[in-house]
């Protein structure tokens, strides 16, 4: 294994406080789609809105993956990574088959609130957030060990700006509140530490804010 000097190693837990945000979301969603009663178009755009968020949210996070973290990995640590390989990716096929289905049949559902729909839409939320939930469990124990050992500082950082240059400003302070909603406020403040300037001014005072205003709409609390 090539490893890097311990005081330049990156600190992984960013990710998986991103993780604890997504699995909230995902395990609460398929709750929310049952909940919209047959014929709601009202309420079934609403969720729909939110469904397509969370999935663009989930496709950017795994594209950075993709893009910048999995090459240093094979690159660095081909040894330690082969029984990793086959795994990270039947799971992610697996997360992508189900996000390809999902995402087929929300506008269907959303136009029509049909109920044969909302009930298939949310037998497929429930299985994505199983899959989801042991994707992410073998990433933080086993994927984040290697690439807290092998990777730069800079270069984990550059992990997040991918993903995070994916979304458009307008979601960025909506999409911090989420994370810091459950997240280690430590892990948080260094994530805002590290965002550009303008973002550090603008987007953490309204964050809070539009996490409890987006919540409310959706799940009828400000704390779901």
Not at 26 to 49: C, H, I, S, T, Y
Not at 136 to 161: D, F, N, Q
Request: include cysteine; hydrophobic fraction near 45%; aromatic fraction near 4%.
């Amino acid at each position: 294994m090539t490893a890097i000097d311990t005081t330049e190693r990156p600190d992984t837990r960013d990710m998986v406080t991103v993780h604890r945000f997504l699995r909230r979301e995902f395990r609460l969603a398929p709750g929310l789609v049952e909940r919209v009663a047959a014929g709601d178009v009202q309420r079934a755009a609403l969720v729909g809105q939110h469904l397509d968020f969370m999935s663009e949210f989930l496709h950017h996070h795994h594209s950075a993956e993709d893009e910048v973290l999995w090459p240093v990995l094979v690159e660095r640590v081909p040894d330690e990574l082969a029984p990793l390989v086959e795994l990270m990716e039947a799971q992610h096929e697996r997360v992508d088959e189900l996000l390809q289905q999902i995402n087929a049949l929300v506008p269907p559902w959303t136009r029509t609130a049909s109920a044969t729909d909302r009930d298939r839409l949310a037998a497929l939320l429930a299985e994505l957030y199983v899959g989801l939930h042991e994707h992410m469990e073998a990433e933080e124990t086993r994927i984040l060990p290697l690439a807290a050992s092998c990777l730069t500082v800079a270069e984990w950082k550059r992990v997040g700006e991918v993903a995070t240059g994916e979304h458009p400003k307008r979601q960025l302070p909506l999409i911090l509140g989420m994370i810091e909603y459950e997240g280690d406020p430590e892990v948080v403040a260094e994530l805002v530490a590290n965002a550009p300037r303008l973002l550090r001014l603008i987007v953490p005072p309204l964050s809070k804010r539009a996490f409890r205003k987006y919540a409310l709409a959706l799940h009828g609390t400000t704390t779901p």
